[in-house]
């Protein structure tokens, strides 16, 4: 009759580096029901789950609970001791149950030792821990938004007696048995940006001079300017040369044409003829 650790650790890289620790744990009431022999026999026991858990995550974000491990008093051994001279056995199911995104983790899917543990002189109580190593849990996923709550559920345990091993299966009495509240980060929305590419051409769309980039959020102005590019004069543009950025990027083409070159005038002097080659 025993329990299982939890806590929690992030996992993903990107959340929360504050850890929300369950310093002093969380003890609930369970009741264990057992077959021997035939026979049922009835078990009350404290189970005092230890862990921590990050304290926000981002949503669709998974995390794991680590440094995991649960304290467990039984409250009257007088009918276990007719059975056997120490407890001793194995934790075969420790259901961990989160709500949010729905997801329930057997902690003791691999088999948890019960340590050999003697039953007291002076006392009817008895308390172990398991595991002795605290174990790490993963992994839980995060929903969109609101909160995941993770709560101790349902312990199966083999237990070695004289009367050959004995099943048990333990419930909790308490309808809340939330072991961690973890918050899921609110998105924030990162404004979407564009850019407005600038060319500067000739009639053949060879570029004249080096293009320029501007970027800047949806919704904002711009503003473009044609180049001062000697020997040639703007004939047209294509595109807007002001506006907002939109959600795609755009271009504005600045199209110039070459300036016409004017012939030379020869001037003549005199009365000798002159032969130009």
Do not use: R, W
Not at 24 to 35: H, I, N, P, Q
Not at 69 to 81: A, F, G, S, W
Not at 106 to 112: D, F, I, K
């Amino acid at each position: 009759m025993l329990a299982v650790p939890l806590a929690a650790v992030y996992i993903g890289g990107t959340g929360a580096s504050n850890v929300s620790a369950a310093d002093e744990g969380k003890t609930f009431d369970y009741t264990c029901d057992a077959d021997v022999m035939g026979s049922s026999m009835e078990v009350d026991m404290k189970v005092e789950v230890h862990g921590d858990a990050p304290k926000s995550v981002k949503p669709g974000e998974e995390f794991t609970i680590e440094d995991s491990y649960t304290k467990v008093t039984i409250l009257d051994t007088n009918t276990m001791q007719a059975a056997m001279d120490e407890l001793e056995g194995q934790v075969t199911t420790f259901n961990l149950e989160a709500d949010n995104v729905e997801d329930t983790i057997n902690v003791a899917e691999e088999p948890l030792d019960i340590p050999s543990t003697e039953f007291p002189d002076d006392s009817d109580e008895v308390t172990f821990q398991v595991p002795e190593d605290p174990l790490t849990v993963e992994s839980f996923e995060a929903g969109d938004e609101g909160t995941v709550e993770i709560s101790a559920g349902q312990i199966d345990n083999t237990l070695e007696s004289s009367l050959g091993n004995i099943e048990a299966t333990c419930s909790p009495d308490d309808e809340d048995t939330v072991v961690n509240t973890v918050d899921i980060e609110e998105e924030s929305e990162e404004p979407e940006e564009s850019t407005v590419t600038v060319t500067h051409v000739d009639e053949d769309g060879e570029e004249l001079t080096d293009s320029e980039e501007k970027t800047g959020e949806e919704g904002e102005s711009y503003e473009t300017e044609e180049a001062d590019i000697d020997g040639y004069t703007l004939k047209e543009v294509n595109g807007d040369e002001e506006g907002e950025y939109g959600e795609d990027d755009a271009t504005v083409e600045y199209v110039y044409e070459k300036e016409e070159s004017e012939e030379p005038e020869l001037e003549l002097n005199g009365d000798e003829e002159t032969t130009v080659d």
